[in-house]
């Protein structure tokens, strides 16, 4: 047995090691968690948040595919960028003669104006169209096409390279559901864009070729069902169909909820996949996924004060985080589950730098930091000294958790030292032992000898 002063060391023991650990803020690495998404069947995809670029979900989104009619959200981008609405359009025998596949029957020397024809190119996905607008704003169809692949090498696109303004086939008419992602994300920051790929039904007056009206009906079966309800999406604002024998089925949709703006591409696909993935990868991403505006969170950079930073010290200005900036974030994590890094731009007027934002592995998000106007002496933000290191990603313990690890701790410290004071006391205890049993059988033994005393004597 223990001595009663072992049992004091022990407590002290303890009393010492709870102490010691509670001197330590505990921090551990937090799980970067990214929810897994749901079986596809269509072989190229990209599901992106369009306000962030963050990519959701990926399946060979940089291959080289033909991308049919989903070729005229650019041509519908780049006639708006550079004409008015108001424009007449003139059908030359070019854009007739050379156009096959959907269309509306335009005439020779037909006149529309710009508006019309841009309605018939993304509702009734007007081949005809797209040809006369393509002359009308490049002058030559070789010109628009030069404009499309400038703007497609401005927007970021790297596996493109469009021949033509409608997506009827030719060999070097090629884009990637990534690069397509980059284009309609462009596509909807355009207030017309967005307004005429939502519409359900548009109507063309009379023209000097037809005295008839010619209606439209979109043909996206996610926002407004003509064939098949049960492809309606009701978060669908709008998008692009395409197909022919060699593309197969391609599709570019945009759904937006709870402040998320989302555009799924679909490519090379046999129908009805390409309404099905872009219906299940639109639930994994508002099921799973959140929006952080990041001036409303952000708190590790104090834009307050005004101190001199380096070579930007000769511009006396206010600073702040720009207020539309958004990250977007599994639901499973805090906005301060993200790491940071920040860098400067010294030769932007409106820009002082950018914060950008990781997780998982991912860019999900970006902050500009964009000057107010208001004269100061500088600024500077209040871990300027850490800003070039990368922010881990850390959650604090709770109270229970800790009292938790402590009491593991402990009992394993108290386990240790009762094995220890076995071992030393081993044949101290072993002795006690025989001692024990040694008077055991002594005392039955004299208990005998009683008892054959007591029969002899009866």
Known sequence: MFKRRNWK???CMLLSVVCFLSLFPIEVKATEYWPEAPEVESPSVILMEMTTGTVLYEKNSTEKNYPASITK???TLIALENSDLNEVVTFSDEAIDNTIGSGIARDYGEQMKMEQCLYAIMLASANECAYAVAEHVGGTMENFVAMMNTKAAELGCTNTHFSNPHGLYEDDHYTCARDMALIAQAAYENETFRIITGTARYTIPPTNKHEEETPLQNHNEMLYPWQHMQYRYEYCTGGKTGYTDIARST???????????????VMRTESPSQWTDSINLFNFGFDNFQIFNVADNETSYDTSEA???GALNHN??????????NIVLPKTTEFTGAASQITYDEASENVVGTITYTYAGKEVGRADIVRTGVEVQGFVF???EDITEEKVSTVRINPLMVLLIILIVALLVLFIYFIKQFADNYYII???????KYRREQFRHVKSRKRRRRKRRR
């Open 307 to 309: 101190i001199e930073v």
């Open 316 to 325: 006396k200005t206010f600073v702040e985080i720009d207020e539309n900036a």
């Open 251 to 265: 599709l570019v949709t945009f759904a937006e909820k709870d402040g998320m703006k989302l555009v799924c591409v």
């Open 430 to 436: 072993r002795h006690n032992m025989e001692v024990k």
């Open 9 to 11: 060391k022990t407590i």
């Open 382 to 384: 209040d871990n300027q």
């Open 73 to 75: 959200i650019l041509t």
